[in-house]
């Protein structure tokens, strides 16, 4: 092909690479001087509220839209000039698939294939008995698809998905409008496609799902990206130890001195501040690696103070998204707003959930 000198990497595992990939609506940039890095075997989230431009990024992978600037390479090639190339190795769901109400699932699996181009006979029958069982849809095969539950139709739409047998997945939100019982199915297909060995690329405003199933994630406002990373290196950064004295004196106290253990010789405390758990009683948050509660402990006793309790807390995605979005915080920071930030950004309460 004319263009083959635009296949930039040979470095097989990296799978999606998008260097300053750019999208304007008019004034608005939906998305912004985006470079992603998806490696084989991921399960990558791409996290964001609603409206951050995670659509918009996922059309652009797969040269539904045009950039406006910057280019996506996936699996080595430019989406601009080698799309073809690149979509016969990709599975996607962006919108919700549209499929025949009254035909059954399986018959419903047929009809893509077919539509998609795959010549009917055994290897075909094969396939869409084999992506029923994937995606657990083998006993309800037959049922007419108005039949099937919210979370059925989606298993179906990643069924139609992988009929080709795609070496990467791009799932838009998958779980949205699923009751709780189809996320978790979705959750499970998500590891087990993994474990199948695809590349799965999945959008969601759900933080709280992307940290159980992902491996790697990035984290979208407004079209910028403000983070990517190994979810577990993101999770050891928002980890806390949660120290609870026995009285409010004890507790002003302990905080004082936590406040200042920094230049004590406990350099790993960033952070120190009041809150108060669910009890409603006042707590101490300290933001420091879990494996240090025993040096607390140790700190406050020096200064005659003896904690209640003190619990290592892991890091959770919410609080790392927190930390980013909101301003720089000192060492003396009061308590955190919660949710409130999180409103201005985005309209649907489930995000930070
Ligand atoms: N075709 C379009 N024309 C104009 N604005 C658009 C279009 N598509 C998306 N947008 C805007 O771009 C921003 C990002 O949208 P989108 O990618 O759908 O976000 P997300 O998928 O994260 O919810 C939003 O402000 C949205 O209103
Ligand atoms: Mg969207």
Known sequence: MKHDDISITDDDDIVISTSRLTKAFGKLMAVNDLHLQVMRGDVFGFLGPNGSGKTTTIRMLLGLIRPTAGRAIIFGMDNAYQLSAILQRVGAIVETPVFYPYLSGK????????????????????????????????????QAFRNYSLGMKQRLGIGAALLSDPELLLLDEPTNGLDPAGQFEIRQLIQRLSTLGKTIFISSHFLHEIQHVCNRVAILQKGNLIKQGEVHELLQQGEQIIVRMNTAGETEQAITLLQQARNQGLPWITLAHMDTNKQNISIIRVDAPRTRSAEINAYLARHNLFAAEIRPQEGSLEDLFLGLTMPPASISTPPRPGMAALARDSNDPQFGN
């Open 107 to 142: 018959d419903n699996l047929h009809a893509v294939a077919a539509a998609s181009g795959m010549r009917s006979g055994s290897a075909s029958n094969r396939r869409v008995e084999e992506v029923l069982e994937i995606v657990e849809l083998g006993t309800q095969a037959k």
